[in-house]
């Protein structure tokens, strides 16, 4: 078999099977070579082939004995970073389970086996709540390509009845979006987007899009120029839109990092009494006023 494969090959081993704790030998290399890939190499072959990696810039450790072995020592990811990584798709309110076990699967694929078991070992998210719709990534794929070309897109909405029962908001009402950015906020996806019946810039959940939307073949009404998203973001409380409205709240001390969390350190407060104080500042109104 020509060079080229068979280096690609002893990369793919190396990135997958090695790390300071897990080195392989020139004589595991050779076998697992011959055994699962059916190519054939020789002690100087894998030898110069290494180097070759190493000159590519691959990091790749010598531990040189009787029977030298390798290992390599760092990746595109470190371990923390991909601990990271699996903590937010397990902590993600809008990804399912089935897609978050996915995910982390091809996480571990970063990393070495050995690095897998510690963040096996050290992962745990505390009262995770995962949504049902599985159709999210298409719906996110649909929105994101209408963002791309430009285009309108039609959906139809759930929302929730007194009882709990998921129904189709509006008696299946099909809504009209220019959309123009997907928004991460409080642990859902939103698409931020412009509707014509509403005459204003609005969001919607994406989790709650009931299938795939339609892309149509129109293009999407432009994005407001007085229209600040960063703006829009805070002072939407909760991403429920309504009338902007100036709020006055009367809060005990202990929850200034709550109140700050929430809107910004640039936050209006005033000192109300010894165990009080009160914040001042515009949201748009909602259920929760």
Not at 231 to 258: A, I, P
Request: glycine share 4%; with cysteine; net charge neutral.
């Amino acid at each position: 078999m020509e060079t080229k494969p068979r280096i690609l090959y002893l990369q793919k081993i190396l990135l997958e099977r090695t790390d300071e704790e897990n080195p392989l030998s020139t004589t595991q290399l050779i076998n697992i070579l011959n055994d699962e890939y059916g190519i054939s190499a020789h002690r100087t072959t894998v030898t110069k082939d290494i180097a070759a990696l190493q000159e590519f810039g691959m990091d790749i450790v010598t531990i040189h004995s009787t029977q030298s072995k390798y290992f390599v020592a760092s990746r595109k990811f470190e371990l923390p970073e991909l601990k990271l990584l699996i903590d937010a798709v397990e902590s993600s309110k809008f990804i399912t389970k089935k897609k978050s076990k996915t995910l982390i699967e091809k996480i571990h694929t970063m990393t070495s086996p050995g690095q897998v078991a510690k963040l096996k070992r050290n992962n745990y998210v505390v009262n995770r709540i995962k949504p049902d719709n599985e159709q999210i990534y298409y719906i996110i794929d649909a929105i994101n390509d209408a963002i791309n070309t430009g285009k309108q897109i039609s959906f139809q909405y759930y929302d929730y009845t007194g009882l709990k029962k998921k129904v189709l908001k509006n008696k299946g009402e099909v809504y009209k979006l220019s959309p123009y950015k997907l928004l991460w906020c409080g642990d859902y996806y939103y698409v931020l987007g412009y509707s014509e019946k509403k005459s204003k810039v609005i969001n919607f959940r994406v989790d709650r899009i009931a299938s795939k939307p339609e892309i149509l073949d129109k293009d999407i009404i432009p994005m407001p120029d007085d229209f600040d998203i960063e703006n829009y973001t805070k002072e939407v409380f909760f991403m429920f839109s309504g009338e902007k409205v100036l709020v006055d709240l009367r809060c005990d001390n202990s929850l200034m990092k709550t109140m700050v969390d929430r809107f910004g350190e640039d936050v209006t407060t005033l000192a109300y009494d010894m165990t009080s104080f009160r914040v001042q500042t515009e949201v748009s109104a909602s259920p929760t006023f």
